[in-house]
């Protein structure tokens, strides 16, 4: 029987919701494209609770322990001294969301002996040295796709939001101010501006796909070319490389995965040939832009805003400079963590243990490592590596600051 070792975020500081903004959530068929949502036999849970803090434990506690297996859950994933790095050392698999990332680093994989198969309840499996899993045989599934258009969503939110400047117009109401000076002095439309995109996978031509109807000029930059026909469709012109796309733009959105190719992507000397006064928008991952080059680029003027809600490491500490840094409209990392987008990864998780215990194999979209190389998703996105490095300073988070 298997040990099952589950990192999630903490409860509510006001504790676990006993209800709900609302009742239930729609109903989708497929995603867009075709590929089907995840499907489990079963799952023991209502779709629209908080399924990916502690307490929600992913719906999963059930269905482990009715067919044997146990199962831990806990928040507590940084530092020596952590449940997570106690429990690991003995867990064959391991389950953990993006947005609060059990990193699996060399050392820790070095000490999980029994360790085989290591999930990504969410997209994006940075958090786990990739490269280890391989040389160790370890499988890495992520839910392909089940938050790829909750975080398109926010990403226009985001454009908005600073194009617009809606937080500091908002802030204004809320001290009681009506300084419409204030607010509009920074105000721009994004009707005509230049938007482009590093990586148009799935969440990168979802973001496409709905800003065709603001009547603006799409670039986009990725490994793999879009069919023409697509191409076409939204009327978006290619470029070779980030470098080559970024000099055109007033705003570029990053939607890549983090690995060896992308890290650090976005540094002094990219943020240098951007226009002056253009937006970033990162909700892929903190790493691939540099965390001091973004801080100066506001400060000087050279980037107008910067939003997004990727960090490294993550939970950030309370001195990061993203925190402070002026123009900015960062968030915790969320944006695939909807009610909406928990009900689709805890049920893609489900069914990748189903396929596990059952000897049956993972789908294809759903694997990054097995059989000690990338694979499936994997081999199509990511470059082989590892991108963990530094994670260590997340342990900062719980030692110095005080969340509540
Ligand atoms: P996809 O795999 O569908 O898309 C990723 C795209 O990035 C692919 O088209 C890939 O190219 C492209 N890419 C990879 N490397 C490069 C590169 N060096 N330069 C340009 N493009 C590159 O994944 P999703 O769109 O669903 O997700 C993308 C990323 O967003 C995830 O890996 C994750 O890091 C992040 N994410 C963040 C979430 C959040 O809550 N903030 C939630 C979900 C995802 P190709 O495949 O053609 O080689």
Same mark, same amino acid.
């Given at each position: 029987?298997?040990?099952?070792?589950?990192?999630?975020?903490?409860?509510?500081?006001?504790? !676990?919701?006993?209800? !709900?903004?609302?009742?239930?959530?729609?109903?989708?068929?497929?995603?867009?494209?075709?590929?089907?949502?995840?499907?489990?036999?079963?799952?023991?849970?209502?779709?629209?609770?908080?399924?990916?803090?502690?307490?929600?434990?992913?719906?999963?506690?059930?269905?482990?322990?009715?067919?044997?297996?146990?199962? *831990?859950? &806990?928040?507590?994933?940084?530092?020596?001294?952590?449940?997570?790095?106690?429990?690991?050392?003995?867990?064959?698999?391991?389950?953990?969301?993006?947005?609060?990332?059990?990193?699996?680093?060399?050392?820790?994989?070095?000490?999980?002996?029994?360790?085989?198969?290591?999930?990504?309840?969410?997209?994006?499996?940075?958090?786990?040295?990739?490269?280890?899993?391989?040389?160790?045989?370890?499988?890495?599934?992520? *839910?392909? !796709?089940?938050?790829?258009?909750?975080?398109?969503?926010?990403?226009?939110?985001?454009?908005?939001?600073?194009?617009?400047?809606?937080?500091?117009?908002?802030?204004?109401?809320?001290?009681?101010?009506?300084?419409?000076?204030?607010?509009?002095?920074?105000?721009?439309?994004?009707?005509?501006?230049?938007?482009? &995109? *590093?990586?148009?996978?799935?969440?990168?031509?979802?973001?496409?796909?709905?800003?065709?109807?603001?009547?603006?000029?799409?670039?986009?930059?990725?490994?793999?070319?879009?069919?023409?026909? *697509?191409?076409?469709?939204?009327?978006?012109?290619?470029?070779?490389?980030?470098?080559?796309?970024?000099?055109?733009?007033?705003?570029?959105?990053?939607?890549?995965?983090?690995?060896?190719?992308?890290?650090?992507?976005?540094?002094?000397?990219?943020?240098?040939?951007?226009?002056?006064?253009?937006?970033?928008?990162? &909700?892929?991952?903190?790493?691939?832009?540099?965390?001091?080059?973004?801080?100066?680029?506001?400060?000087?003027?050279?980037?107008?805003?910067?939003?997004?809600?990727?960090?490294?490491?993550?939970?950030?500490?309370?001195?990061?400079?993203?925190?402070?840094?002026?123009?900015?409209?960062?968030?915790?990392?969320?944006?695939?963590?909807?009610?909406?987008?928990?009900? @689709?990864?805890?049920?893609?998780?489900?069914?990748?243990?189903?396929?596990?215990?059952?000897?049956?194999?993972? @789908?294809?979209?759903?694997?990054?490592?097995?059989?000690?190389?990338?694979?499936?998703?994997?081999?199509?996105?990511?470059?082989?590596?590892?991108?963990?490095?530094?994670?260590?300073?997340?342990?900062?988070?719980?030692?110095?600051?005080?969340?509540?």
């Amino acid at each position: 029987m298997a040990k099952v070792v589950c990192v999630l975020y903490d409860d509510p500081v006001d504790g !676990y919701p006993t209800k !709900y903004a609302r009742d239930g959530l729609p109903k989708l068929d497929r995603y867009p494209g075709g590929q089907t949502l995840p499907t489990p036999k079963a799952i023991d849970f209502e779709p629209g609770v908080l399924l990916g803090s502690a307490s929600g434990e992913l719906g999963l506690r059930k269905f482990l322990e009715s067919a044997g297996h146990s199962l *831990v859950v &806990t928040s507590d994933k940084d530092g020596p001294a952590s449940i997570f790095e106690r429990e690991l050392v003995d867990a064959e698999i391991v389950i953990s969301q993006p947005f609060w990332p059990a990193y699996l680093t060399e050392e820790r994989i070095a000490k999980a002996s029994r360790l085989k198969l290591a999930i990504t309840a969410g997209i994006g499996s940075d958090h786990v040295d990739l490269q280890a899993a391989m040389d160790r045989g370890i499988t890495v599934a992520e *839910v392909t !796709y089940c938050n790829s258009i909750s975080v398109s969503e926010h990403v226009i939110m985001m454009i908005l939001g600073l194009v617009r400047n809606y937080i500091p117009s908002y802030q204004w109401v809320v001290k009681g101010g009506w300084n419409i000076a204030d607010c509009v002095a920074r105000s721009y439309d994004i009707e005509g501006m230049q938007i482009g &995109t *590093v990586g148009a996978g799935r969440i990168g031509s979802a973001v496409l796909r709905r800003l065709k109807p603001f009547d603006v000029k799409l670039h986009y930059t990725d490994r793999h070319r879009l069919p023409e026909a *697509v191409e076409k469709e939204l009327g978006v012109t290619f470029h070779k490389d980030p470098a080559s796309m970024v000099g055109v733009c007033d705003v570029v959105t990053i939607n890549a995965p983090l690995h060896p190719e992308t890290e650090n992507l976005f540094d002094e000397t990219m943020i240098a040939r951007m226009k002056r006064g253009a937006y970033l928008v990162n &909700t892929a991952r903190g790493k691939i832009c540099n965390r001091d080059a973004i801080a100066r680029a506001l400060e000087s003027g050279q980037l107008a805003g910067y939003a997004g809600d990727v960090w490294f490491p993550q939970p950030a500490p309370k001195d990061h400079p993203w925190r402070s840094m002026p123009h900015h409209g960062m968030t915790p990392h969320i944006s695939g963590s909807s009610l909406s987008a928990q009900a @689709r990864y805890a049920a893609g998780t489900r069914e990748i243990l189903e396929c596990w215990f059952e000897g049956r194999p993972i @789908r294809e979209e759903y694997l990054i490592v097995d059989g000690g190389k990338l694979a499936g998703a994997g081999a199509h996105s990511y470059s082989a590596g590892d991108a963990t490095r530094g994670s260590e300073e997340a342990a900062r988070f719980k030692a110095r600051s005080d969340p509540r």
